[in-house]
């Protein structure tokens, strides 16, 4: 990997290895650019779950990293070939405390996509970092912070939602953490089958929860004993991410995802967490349309990508008006084959 010669001090760029982990993490809970997307468990549950090809590149000085970024290649006759930090990943990009350090990965990475002959580098922001590549400004994300008293922060849900979370409690229901992801996962794949989406593998959260132990946690929401919704999120740095969630059929009648994301809510400003991401959505989309009405203000996210092979992006999201009749034939595929083949298609889209 090639030396920064400017600034200072020059930066040696190397390749997270096993026993590089400790320090990378380390690193991360330091660093104010950073995100859970950056902790190094991704490359294993990258590698894991979806047999990808990683690179989690670091510059160093004397032995103290400055800088990090982490990518992983996605290979796909169907969708391109990409190297992005990173895939299944809200945010990414680098994270650095050195401007000097930052453009030692950038180049170092962006000389790898030119090695690999990737189609596009993709990296996926909170800010912009390359204003002259190509922008996908498609997603928003929605973060806010929490309020020290749970009654507050219920009070300052607007109230249309906010009688939705009290309907909830009307019908009974109540929260639970899960050890394991089984009643997530039904949950969660009845909820993306009837939009039309394909699903994880269970293995992928199985590995999630291996990788990030008690900061990927799993709560579940129960009605006369059964699981109505469920969601799984993460805990960084007094910042809760419910990541994935979803209900079954009753959950909407119930109004159990709204009184979900309160008890995710609530529970995290009891346990002194001091931001609430409601993670990203696509703008024009119900997911938007949901976070927004909750009283979050859309934060644009900056994912810019510089062409290599390709002489333009593609566009494999599900808005494309071409993917229309896909949507609604795997919407009749009855769920047990949606569950089967959805893997094997997710792992393909990063």
């Given at each position: 990997?090639p030396?920064?010669?400017?600034?200072?001090?020059s930066?040696?760029?190397?390749?997270?290895?096993?026993?590089?982990?400790a320090?990378?993490?380390?690193?991360?809970?330091?660093?104010?650019d950073?995100?859970?997307?950056?902790?190094?468990?991704?490359?294993?549950?990258?590698?894991?779950a979806f047999?990808?090809?990683?690179?989690?590149?670091?510059?160093e000085?004397?032995?103290?990293i400055?800088?990090i970024?982490?990518l992983?290649q996605?290979?796909?006759?169907l969708?391109?070939?990409s190297?992005?930090?990173?895939?299944?990943?809200?945010?990414?990009?680098?994270?650095?405390?050195?401007?000097?350090?930052?453009?030692a990965?950038d180049?170092?990475?962006q000389?790898l996509a030119?090695?690999l002959?990737?189609?596009?580098?993709?990296?996926?922001?909170l800010?912009?970092?390359?204003?002259?590549?190509l922008a996908r400004?498609?997603?928003?994300t929605?973060?806010?912070?929490?309020l020290?008293?749970p009654e507050?922060n219920l009070?300052?849900?607007?109230?249309?939602?906010?009688?939705?979370?009290?309907?909830?409690?009307g019908?009974?229901?109540?929260s639970?953490?899960?050890?394991?992801t089984a009643r997530?996962?039904?949950?969660y794949?009845?909820?993306?089958?009837?939009?039309g989406?394909p699903?994880?593998?269970r293995?992928?959260?199985?590995?999630?929860?291996?990788?990030?132990?008690?900061?990927c946690?799993?709560l579940?929401?129960?009605h006369?004993?059964?699981a109505?919704?469920?969601?799984?999120?993460?805990h960084?740095?007094?910042e809760?991410?419910?990541y994935y969630?979803?209900?079954?059929a009753?959950?909407?009648?119930?109004?159990?995802?709204?009184?979900?994301?309160?008890e995710?809510m609530?529970?995290?400003c009891e346990?002194?967490?001091?931001?609430?991401?409601?993670?990203?959505?696509k703008y024009?989309?119900g997911?938007?349309?949901?976070k927004?009405?909750?009283g979050?203000?859309?934060?644009?996210?900056?994912?810019?990508c510089?062409?290599h092979?390709?002489?333009?992006?593609?566009?494999?999201?599900?808005?494309?008006?071409?993917?229309?009749l896909?949507?609604?034939?795997?919407?009749?595929?009855?769920?047990?084959?949606?569950n089967?083949?959805?893997?094997h298609?997710?792992?393909?889209?990063?």
């Amino acid at each position: 990997m090639p030396h920064n010669q400017h600034g200072p001090q020059s930066f040696t760029v190397g390749v997270m290895g096993l026993d590089d982990r400790a320090r990378w993490d380390d690193f991360v809970q330091r660093c104010p650019d950073a995100t859970f997307f950056h902790r190094a468990g991704w490359q294993r549950v990258i590698e894991t779950a979806f047999g990808h090809p990683s690179w989690f590149l670091y510059a160093e000085a004397e032995g103290k990293i400055h800088a990090i970024l982490p990518l992983a290649q996605v290979n796909s006759l169907l969708f391109g070939n990409s190297l992005s930090s990173l895939p299944f990943c809200v945010y990414g990009g680098i994270a650095a405390t050195d401007p000097a350090a930052a453009d030692a990965v950038d180049r170092a990475a962006q000389a790898l996509a030119a090695r690999l002959g990737v189609d596009h580098l993709e990296y996926r922001q909170l800010r912009s970092r390359h204003p002259d590549w190509l922008a996908r400004n498609i997603y928003a994300t929605f973060r806010k912070p929490l309020l020290a008293d749970p009654e507050h922060n219920l009070l300052a849900i607007p109230r249309k939602h906010r009688a939705m979370v009290r309907k909830g409690m009307g019908f009974g229901l109540s929260s639970h953490i899960d050890a394991d992801t089984a009643r997530f996962f039904d949950c969660y794949a009845d909820s993306v089958h009837r939009l039309g989406t394909p699903v994880f593998s269970r293995r992928y959260f199985g590995v999630l929860q291996q990788e990030f132990g008690d900061d990927c946690e799993v709560l579940s929401i129960e009605h006369a004993g059964k699981a109505v919704s469920s969601v799984l999120s993460f805990h960084f740095r007094g910042e809760i991410i419910p990541y994935y969630g979803g209900g079954g059929a009753a959950a909407r009648a119930l109004a159990a995802n709204d009184f979900m994301y309160w008890e995710v809510m609530r529970r995290a400003c009891e346990d002194g967490c001091r931001l609430f991401d409601f993670g990203r959505g696509k703008y024009g989309t119900g997911s938007f349309a949901f976070k927004k009405n909750w009283g979050f203000e859309p934060q644009p996210l900056h994912y810019e990508c510089q062409l290599h092979r390709a002489s333009r992006l593609r566009d494999v999201q599900p808005l494309n008006p071409r993917f229309q009749l896909l949507i609604k034939a795997w919407r009749l595929l009855p769920l047990s084959l949606a569950n089967a083949l959805g893997p094997h298609i997710v792992r393909q889209l990063g």
